[in-house]
């Protein structure tokens, strides 16, 4: 079985402050592991992955992940958050026998940058 | 290039009627996957169709159906629809498929069951 923690509801965080959200796993054998974010009334945007190799990733908009095997944690980061990045995040996790594709996400963590 | 399309963008429906939901993966994308997304939860992951076939379905009753078509797109179908049926769903394609191969959702429909 896959799982994936998202221990924050809700993360604050003023304008030009880092961001981290925060996100656990649990797979047999090696994860793959995602990052979503969605916005309202919208569908998931893709902002980046980890496979294997580096275990720093770094995606879309200023995004980053470091993948920790020891503590099976895959935290998202931003160096500098923007009023824009307010939104839902979503943490991911599939693996090679997972049943197709299957993503397996986290319940999501709002985040809301303040001006 | 069109993203990840899907129709119709919101749905009302009554308990026990049955529904039709339809996806069309970014060109060039052979697989499509389905998934529900409750208010307030991550994403549950319904069917996985590649290349016209199911690879894998999750834990969802026999209500739930889906198949593929030649040109890649997809439908899904519930039947006997329920009030917890009430869902954002969400369609995703990728190139291959696979486990480490990128899925790119759909902007979703909205099924609200009264």
């Known amino acids: 079985a896959q799982s994936v923690a998202q221990p924050e509801d809700q993360v604050n965080v003023a304008e030009g402050n880092p961001l981290t959200v925060k996100c656990t796993y649990s797979?047999?054998?090696?994860?793959?592991l995602f990052w979503y974010v969605q916005y309202p009334n919208r569908g998931l945007q893709f902002l980046l992955k980890?496979?294997?190799?580096?275990?720093l990733v770094k995606g879309s908009y200023g995004f980053e992940a470091e993948f920790n095997k020891s503590q099976t944690s895959f935290h998202l980061k931003k160096p500098s958050a923007l009023v824009s990045d307010s939104a839902l995040y979503f943490c991911?996790?599939?693996?090679?026998?997972?049943?197709?594709?299957?993503?397996?996400f986290g319940g999501g963590t709002r985040v809301l940058v303040k001006p | 290039d069109a993203g990840v399309t899907q129709s119709p963008t919101h749905l009302i429906k009554t308990r026990g009627q049955q529904v039709t939901l339809r996806c069309s993966p970014i060109?060039?994308?052979?697989?499509v996957s389905w998934y529900q997304q409750v208010l307030g939860q991550g994403p549950q992951f319904i069917f996985q169709?590649?290349?016209?076939?199911?690879?894998g379905r999750g834990n969802f009753p026999d209500r739930f159906s889906a198949r593929q078509f030649p040109n890649y797109s997809s439908e899904l179908n519930v039947n006997a629809l329920l009030l917890g049926d009430s869902a954002l769903y969400l369609c995703a394609s990728s190139f291959s498929g696979t486990g480490t191969d990128t899925q790119y959702f759909g902007p979703g429909t909205r099924l609200t069951v009264l």
């Open positions: 169709y590649y290349e016209k076939e199911e690879r």
């Open positions: 980890y496979i294997t190799g580096d275990n």
């Open positions: 797979v047999s054998g090696n994860p793959y």
């Open positions: 060109s060039g994308h052979k697989s």
């Open positions: 991911a996790v599939s693996h090679l026998k997972a049943a197709g594709n299957k993503l397996t």
